[in-house]
């Protein structure tokens, strides 16, 4: 048995060593060849705007180098891709940039930094051009924003206005004896609605149509400047479906022509004044960001701007790059906070929010981090509930007309399966030494006495939330409560009510942020580095990882990330401060 035992722990070991000799081996390659393959820009290029690859703010970075080789998290972030793009208009190479078939995962309010990045590029005297087969409305916000706008001859324009589709589960759980236990505070908190009722309640539908309207409005606004289009005929456009092939969207000025893409590249090669026999210089945005990152000029000045990414739902642990946790948000604070040439930070948010606890410990954070050095918000695609919460107390709140914030509310959601268990024959029996020792049971119908303690505990945490937003917006308890219980309002609005102080962009709060700190010339640095374990870069592995690749090959894109909402729906525990619903716009 011994003999056995030790064999396995040679094959073992032999495999275990194997393994790292090979995946160092590739590391110190690409190392190696990385520096070779450096893209260079040729005189007279072309930026290809592809952000197929781009979905957060900030890639992530790891402390430990090894979790960056591993991590899939290899992309450019888009803060990188602005920068990247500021960079470009005052490169004498690049003459213009296009939007070939941009398809991306960016939301509204991402888009709207990048449109003011493009609009800047325009302003140094270069051109942007945009070429898609079709165009979601999405997609058209942003490539609306270029000089010409080319449509494939065949292709599609979706240009309709903005809509909301919310399923209710209260029947199914009647049928089903399948119960979700909701405990709540927040007449808006239409998070859990859809266990409740069989449709939509007037407060909910109320706050659904304010802040499609407010978002669409944004929408509308920024492509009537680019386009030269009143609102009021955009609107008609989108009543009327009067874009809706290429013929009509051109004849409305939504697009100026219809080609196809190698026409599209023809034009191109004239305005260059290149051979149109030849092809023409062109740089991707994914090359042109690393080799503009990997020759940053540093500045002379020692000062900095701590820029600091809370994006994705707010969880217990260390977070990683699509989800944030105590651990590396306090870990970044304090370190930004100590660090004597950071002379301010920026918290840039993206989040619906997540665990009540876990934000609490974050706003708690940023209190003493605000009392060293001033601290800005920048809010991106959401900043709601719980992204909220650690918004709050900063000194100054910028978001973008389409962010979507507020959401000031909680509520707990547990399953219960005793009907279920009692249709097909199953009885469960408690045996307990005190009255409240068994808690809560998904088996057995909720106790009436667990019921109220979860409530005075999700009272107490809202109660604890608008005092923190009070405080840190100084305004007094009442105002707060009568703009919480738990809606959703758009950056527009949010401004009117108080609970953002500025619109703008990461770039503004970044120039709030040097103001407030008193320093004109500086540099900036990203923040978290997450720590990984061992554990945590062999999930990271390709062959490791493949079940999700497999898995969404065989059901799809759209019903993938259905079933990852379903997987976070579950792994949610304690108090929720979570924004009531998920908006897409495509």
Same mark, same amino acid.
């Given at each position: 048995?011994?003999?056995?035992?030790?064999?396995?722990?040679?094959?073992?070991?032999?495999?275990?060593?194997?393994?790292?000799?090979?995946?160092?081996?590739?590391?110190?390659?690409?190392?190696?060849?990385?520096?070779?393959?450096?893209?260079?820009?040729?005189?007279?290029?072309?930026?290809?705007?592809?952000?197929?690859?781009?979905?957060?703010?900030?890639?992530?970075?790891?402390?430990?180098?090894?979790?960056?080789?591993?991590?899939?998290?290899?992309?450019i972030?888009?803060?990188?891709?602005? %920068?990247?793009?500021?960079?470009?208009?005052?490169?004498?190479?690049?003459?213009?940039?296009?939007?070939?078939?941009?398809?991306?995962?960016?939301?509204?309010?991402?888009?709207?930094?990048?449109?003011?990045?493009?609009?800047?590029?325009?302003?140094?005297?270069?051109?942007?051009?945009?070429?898609?087969?079709?165009?979601?409305?999405?997609?058209?916000?942003? %490539?609306?924003?270029?000089?010409?706008?080319?449509?494939?001859?065949?292709?599609?324009?979706?240009?309709?206005?903005?809509?909301?589709?919310?399923?209710?589960?209260?029947?199914?759980?009647?049928?089903?004896? $399948?119960?979700?236990?909701?405990?709540?505070?927040?007449?808006?908190?239409?998070?859990?609605? !859809?266990?409740?009722?069989?449709?939509m309640?007037?407060?909910? +539908?109320?706050?659904?149509?304010?802040?499609?309207?407010?978002?669409?409005?944004?929408? #509308?606004?920024?492509?009537?400047?680019? +386009?030269?289009?009143?609102?009021?005929?955009?609107?008609?456009?989108?009543?009327?479906l009067?874009a +809706?092939?290429?013929?009509?969207?051109?004849?409305?000025?939504?697009?100026?022509?219809?080609?196809?893409?190698?026409?599209?590249?023809?034009?191109?090669?004239?305005?260059?004044?290149?051979?149109?026999?030849?092809?023409?210089?062109?740089?991707?945005?994914?090359?042109?960001?690393?080799k503009?990152?990997?020759?940053?000029?540093?500045?002379?000045?020692?000062?900095?701007?701590?820029?600091?990414?809370?994006?994705?739902?707010?969880?217990?642990?260390?977070?990683?790059?699509?989800?944030?946790?105590?651990?590396?948000?306090r870990?970044?604070?304090?370190? #930004?906070?100590?660090?004597?040439? $950071?002379?301010?930070?920026?918290l840039?948010?993206d989040?619906?929010?997540?665990?009540?606890?876990?934000?609490?410990?974050?706003?708690?954070?940023?209190?003493? =981090?605000?009392?060293?050095?001033?601290?800005?918000?920048?809010?991106?695609?959401?900043?709601?509930?719980?992204?909220?919460?650690?918004?709050?107390?900063? %000194?100054?709140?910028?978001?973008?007309?389409?962010?979507?914030?507020?959401?000031?509310?909680?509520?707990?959601?547990?399953?219960?399966?005793?009907?279920?268990?009692?249709?097909?024959?199953?009885?469960?029996?408690?045996?307990?030494?005190?009255? %409240? #020792?068994?808690?809560?049971? !998904?088996?057995?119908?909720?106790?009436?006495?667990?019921?109220?303690?979860?409530?005075?505990?999700?009272? @107490?945490?809202?109660? =604890?939330?608008?005092?923190?937003?009070?405080?840190?917006?100084?305004?007094?308890?009442?105002?707060?409560?009568?703009?919480? @219980?738990?809606?959703?309002?758009?950056?527009?609005?949010?401004?009117?009510?108080g609970?953002?102080?500025?619109?703008?962009?990461?770039?503004?709060?970044?120039?709030?942020?040097?103001?407030?700190?008193?320093?004109?010339?500086?540099?900036?640095?990203?923040?978290p580095?997450?720590?990984?374990?061992?554990?945590? $870069?062999?999930?990271?592995? !390709?062959?490791?990882?493949?079940?999700?690749?497999?898995?969404?090959?065989?059901?799809?894109?759209?019903?993938?990330?259905?079933?990852?909402?379903?997987k976070?729906? @579950?792994?949610?525990?304690?108090? @929720?401060?979570?924004?009531?619903?998920?908006i897409?716009?495509?």
């Amino acid at each position: 048995m011994k003999f056995l035992s030790n064999v396995i722990a040679t094959v073992v070991g032999l495999f275990v060593f194997l393994m790292l000799f090979f995946f160092g081996i590739i590391f110190i390659a690409t190392m190696f060849s990385g520096e070779d393959e450096t893209a260079s820009v040729k005189n007279n290029s072309i930026l290809e705007l592809n952000l197929e690859d781009v979905k957060y703010d900030y890639a992530g970075k790891y402390k430990d180098p090894w979790m960056s080789f591993f991590s899939e998290e290899k992309n450019i972030g888009l803060s990188d891709v602005i %920068n990247a793009i500021d960079v470009a208009s005052i490169d004498d190479n690049i003459k213009g940039i296009s939007i070939l078939n941009n398809e991306s995962e960016l939301g509204m309010a991402q888009s709207k930094d990048l449109r003011n990045a493009l609009e800047n590029f325009k302003k140094s005297g270069k051109f942007v051009m945009a070429y898609a087969n079709s165009y979601s409305q999405k997609e058209y916000y942003l %490539n609306s924003v270029a000089n010409s706008i080319y449509l494939n001859p065949v292709g599609e324009m979706d240009f309709k206005g903005l809509s909301s589709e919310i399923m209710f589960y209260k029947d199914l759980q009647e049928k089903t004896g $399948v119960k979700m236990e909701v405990i709540r505070h927040g007449k808006y908190k239409s998070a859990v609605e !859809p266990f409740l009722e069989n449709k939509m309640s007037e407060a909910n +539908r109320e706050q659904t149509a304010a802040l499609l309207q407010s978002v669409w409005n944004a929408v #509308a606004t920024d492509i009537s400047k680019s +386009r030269n289009i009143p609102v009021a005929r955009l609107n008609q456009i989108a009543s009327g479906l009067l874009a +809706r092939t290429p013929e009509m969207a051109k004849r409305e000025k939504l697009i100026d022509y219809i080609a196809y893409e190698d026409q599209y590249h023809d034009a191109i090669k004239k305005i260059l004044q290149v051979n149109p026999k030849k092809g023409y210089n062109k740089i991707s945005i994914n090359d042109y960001t690393h080799k503009m990152i990997s020759t940053a000029i540093m500045t002379e000045s020692e000062d900095k701007i701590a820029v600091i990414y809370a994006q994705g739902e707010i969880q217990s642990g260390e977070g990683d790059v699509n989800t944030i946790g105590e651990g590396s948000m306090r870990r970044s604070l304090q370190e #930004a906070g100590k660090d004597k040439n $950071v002379k301010a930070i920026v918290l840039r948010i993206d989040s619906p929010g997540g665990n009540a606890l876990t934000s609490d410990l974050i706003w708690r954070e940023v209190e003493l =981090t605000k009392k060293v050095k001033p601290v800005v918000v920048s809010m991106g695609n959401y900043a709601a509930s719980g992204g909220y919460y650690i918004a709050c107390n900063a %000194n100054t709140i910028f978001a973008q007309r389409n962010t979507i914030t507020g959401s000031i509310g909680v509520f707990g959601i547990l399953p219960n399966f005793s009907q279920l268990t009692k249709k097909i024959g199953i009885n469960i029996e408690q045996v307990k030494t005190h009255e %409240n #020792a068994a808690q809560y049971s !998904p088996f057995v119908p909720m106790d009436e006495n667990f019921k109220a303690v979860t409530l005075e505990s999700i009272e @107490q945490v809202y109660k =604890t939330f608008v005092s923190h937003v009070a405080q840190g917006r100084k305004m007094n308890f009442a105002t707060v409560d009568s703009i919480a @219980q738990g809606r959703v309002w758009s950056g527009t609005e949010a401004l009117k009510i108080g609970l953002v102080d500025k619109i703008g962009g990461l770039n503004a709060a970044i120039a709030e942020a040097a103001r407030l700190s008193k320093t004109e010339n500086y540099s900036t640095q990203n923040y978290p580095e997450y720590e990984k374990d061992l554990e945590d $870069v062999f999930s990271k592995i !390709p062959f490791a990882n493949s079940k999700a690749s497999i898995i969404k090959e065989e059901i799809g894109n759209e019903n993938y990330q259905l079933l990852q909402q379903i997987k976070k729906f @579950q792994s949610r525990k304690g108090v @929720q401060a979570l924004m009531p619903f998920q908006i897409s716009i495509y």
